[in-house]
């Protein structure tokens, strides 16, 4: 039986644009976040470089089975909508 799906791992880096713009943007529809610095956490790290072609990809963010590389806040509700509903909140989602 799979685990269930807890949480939005948000994967980024201090100094990241386009990872503070998504966060933004995430926490502003209501979504919780699980934080993970790639420089602070090699297995972080470890996972980001494993679905982005061997880079350090940032913002990349993973809902259970599904990862997405530099996402647009909608990418992440679709992902949501699809593996993990239970994470959305009212008014989230399409």
Same mark, same amino acid.
């Given at each position: 039986? #799979? $685990? !269930?799906?807890? *949480? ?15 966060? =933004? ?14 420089? #602070? $956490? !090699?297995?972080? *790290? ?15 963010? =993973? ?32």
């Amino acid at each position: 039986m #799979d $685990e !269930p799906i807890e *949480a939005i791992e948000f994967y980024w880096r201090p100094g990241c644009g386009f990872s503070a713009l998504l966060e =933004r943007q995430l926490r502003r529809a209501g979504f919780e976040l699980d934080m993970r610095n790639i420089w #602070d $956490e !090699p297995e972080a *790290a470890a996972f980001v470089r494993s679905v982005a072609d061997g880079n350090e990809t940032v913002p990349t963010v =993973r809902i259970g089975p599904v990862a997405l590389v530099n996402p647009e806040p909608e990418d992440v509700v679709a992902a949501l909508e699809e593996v993990a509903p239970h994470l959305l909140v009212d008014g989230q989602g399409r």
